[in-house]
Structures are given as structure tokens and as C-alpha cells.
């Protein structure tokens, strides 16, 4: 069964700290990766993504991620992050060729002051 | 509009009452997604309309909940009899086709007392 798998439910971090939310998808064709941001009481945004082509994506806000295919992961990165990223942090895939995300559970990150 | 829209924002209601969601995707999306997020868990994958037809409606979880879409535009998710456990928010997201990126709405936040 496909599936995406947020290892981490919470992610307390400092300001201007570094931080990585990981991401593991199991899958046995190529697939299509997603990471979206939700702020409270709004929708999901879309932050980034991977279709093909390099495996560095980058995205808004100052956000990255790389898709590694031997560690079937898509950890999303960010080297300084300000109190405004505190959020919901959904990972998301969709096999090609299908119209399904299968989502993640969500990581909740927490910027301290 | 500029985004997917939803209405109402919040709906609270008493159990076994009926309720009618409304979706208004982005103008000229064929595809359209709902969603279910219950508290502290990820997305749900409910029902996709491709058109106004409904290809995969697997994700319903029981025959109270419906769904439709006029004029490849506006969709309406009604949940019959409601209970408790439907309590969530119901997300709707429209993209131009498959595997392009879906935009969602804001969410309509269900409570059932």
C-alpha cells in the first residue's frame, strides 16, 4: 500500500534555529512529492514540490527539500526559521499517472522566542 | 474568484440533523477533491470529481455522506443524520487536471453537538 509517513508530530525549534521535518514515502513506481503548510483556521498552502528532473526543490518562504529515492525520503529544510513559520507541516505524494494525495499526519512546528 | 472558496466557514449543528457544504473551485479547474481533517490527524481522501462526474467515491465513509458538482463549477458535500464523529473540518481543493497541483480552500469547520 502507498503510503506517507511524518515521523515527527511536533517540532519545537528556536528562532533563527535550523530545522528539518522529515518525510518517508514507500512506494515501488516514481511518484510525485508535496509539502504544504498550513497556518491555523486557514487552508493548505502549497510550499513546494517535486515532479522529476533535480532533486533539490526549492520553495517559499525559504523552504527546500530533497527527494532521495534510495532513502525513499523528502525531508523539508529550512536553515533559519522566523516565529511567522509556525504552522502545520503536511507531506503529501501522489503516484504518477493517479489524482490522489495520499497525505501525511502532519508535523506541528513551534518557533520559540 | 482568485482562490477556492468554501461556505460556510463554520457550521454547528445538532446530531441527526442533515448539513450542505458548498465548494467553489477555481474558475476553469476540472478536477475537484474533498477532504476530511479531523482534529490532530492528517488529510482524508473523501471524493474527486473529474467534470461533474464522480469516478472515485471510495473515500466516502458511509452512505450519509454525499456529493455533487453542477457546471463543472460548484460542489456540494451534504452528510445526512450527522453524528458526533463527523465532527472536522471538510476541505476542498480544484486543480486543472490530474497531477497538477491542487489548490485548496479554506475549510468549513463541522461540529456536532
Known amino acids: 500500500a502507498q503510503s506517507v509517513t511524518q515521523l515527527d508530530s511536533q517540532v519545537p525549534v528556536f528562532e533563527e534555529a535550523p530545522v528539518e521535518l522529515r518525510c518517508n514515502y514507500s512506494?515501488?513506481?516514481?511518484?510525485?512529492l508535496f509539502w504544504y503548510v498550513q497556518y491555523p483556521n486557514q487552508g493548505l498552502q502549497l510550499l513546494l514540490k517535486?515532479?522529476?528532473?533535480?532533486?533539490l526543490v526549492k520553495g517559499i518562504n525559504g523552504f527546500e527539500a530533497e527527494f532521495n529515492k534510495s532513502q525513499t525520503s523528502f525531508h523539508l529544510r529550512k536553515p533559519s526559521v522566523h516565529i511567522s513559520d509556525t504552522a502545520e507541516y503536511f507531506c503529501?505524494?501522489?503516484?504518477?499517472?493517479?489524482?490522489?494525495?495520499?497525505f501525511g499526519t502532519g508535523t506541528r512546528l513551534k518557533v520559540l522566542a | 474568484g482568485a482562490g477556492v472558496s468554501q461556505s460556510p466557514s463554520n457550521k454547528v449543528t445538532e446530531k441527526g440533523k442533515d448539513v450542505e457544504l458548498r465548494c467553489d473551485p477555481i474558475?476553469?479547474?476540472?478536477?475537484l477533491y474533498w477532504y476530511r481533517q479531523r482534529l490532530g490527524q492528517g488529510l482524508e481522501f473523501l471524493i474527486y470529481?473529474?467534470?461533474?462526474?464522480?469516478?472515485?467515491k471510495s473515500g466516502l465513509p458511509s452512505d450519509r455522506f454525499s456529493a455533487e458538482r453542477t457546471g463543472e463549477s460548484v460542489s456540494t458535500l451534504t452528510i445526512q443524520r450527522t453524528q458526533q464523529e463527523d465532527s472536522a473540518v471538510y476541505l476542498c481543493?480544484?486543480?486543472?487536471?490530474?497531477?497538477?497541483?491542487?489548490?485548496f480552500g479554506p475549510g468549513t469547520r463541522l461540529t456536532v453537538l
Open positions: 481543493a480544484s486543480s486543472l487536471g490530474v497531477n497538477n497541483e491542487q489548490f
Open positions: 512506494s515501488s513506481v516514481s511518484v510525485y
Open positions: 517535486y515532479l522529476s528532473g533535480s532533486t
Open positions: 503529501a505524494g501522489s503516484i504518477s499517472g493517479t489524482y490522489k494525495y495520499i
Open positions: 474558475s476553469g479547474h476540472t478536477a
Open positions: 470529481f473529474q467534470g461533474n462526474s464522480a469516478p472515485d
